[in-house]
């Protein structure tokens, strides 16, 4: 169980729409119920779909990023599911028009290699074994499922590591767009870093980690650094405070 409940080190810390909120709520409360109850089969369903979830909201993060490869990336798409993945408006959407195992193809572009890729998406397969009625239980213990979730958190976790420069990517942008007071959406800094750039972005706690140690002395030359160095303070306090070692959820 503690292992499982680390995922959320890498879930987003939180949402603009209440309904996402409420959504990944339900699937923590559902893994859970079913883990404390011995239904094993039915608590790995739930984390499954907790996994699927940071695997999207990272691909929303490439394609916010990277948007050119992003599309290039699409070749062989129909041209309405190519319109779709480029127009939607929550990484959610992203299942209208692909299937689980293609949305890993696009991981590819932070550098993961076919076989990465195939590990990442091992588990959709398992899955499908037991979404289905087949007359067995595959999850039957405790041991089982644990391993499982050892395995998943393994690949979360090297996910992460490759997602880094799209995390610094995102950041460093949004420092320099949102630098001037006078033009950005909010006045208040705070405002501004959790609208436009925690909730835009859907980052995690642990894509805020990274954000923190952003080296923001390769932006002195920018007109307005005074601005990126009030943005990246006032995000450290709001998420870290005091202890700048874990993110304040």
Wanted: net charge negative; charged share 30%.
């Amino acid at each position: 169980m503690e292992e499982a409940l680390e995922l959320g080190e890498y879930l987003p810390q939180s949402f603009a729409a209440a309904h996402e909120q409420s959504y990944l709520d339900f699937l923590w409360s559902a893994f859970r119920t079913n883990y404390e109850a011995e239904r094993y089969e039915f608590a790995s369903l739930a984390f499954h779909l907790l996994y699927m979830s940071f695997v999207s909201f990272s691909i929303w993060q490439i394609r916010l990023a990277r948007p050119k490869q992003f599309q290039m990336a699409m070749v062989g798409f129909r041209n309405e599911d190519e319109k779709g993945l480029m127009d939607c408006e929550s990484p959610f959407k992203f299942y209208d028009a692909l299937k689980e195992s293609q949305i890993f193809r696009f991981l590819k572009l932070i550098g993961c290699t076919n076989h990465q890729v195939g590990e990442f998406a091992k588990f959709v397969r398992r899955r499908n074994r037991i979404a289905h009625p087949t007359g067995s239980v595959f999850f039957n213990d405790r041991a089982a499922l644990d391993k499982e979730i050892t395995e998943m958190m393994r690949e979360v976790r090297n996910i992460e590591a490759h997602m880094q420069p799209v995390i610094l990517e995102l950041y460093r942008s949004f420092l320099i767009s949102s630098s001037d007071e006078e033009e950005r959406e909010y006045t208040d800094p705070e405002d501004e870093v959790t609208v436009n750039f925690v909730h835009a972005n859907y980052m995690s706690a642990a894509d805020l980690f990274v954000c923190k140690d952003f080296a923001i002395e390769e932006l002195e030359g920018e007109e307005l650094f005074e601005g990126v160095g009030v943005l990246h303070e006032t995000l450290k306090s709001t998420y870290f405070g005091e202890d700048e070692g874990t993110a304040v959820a």
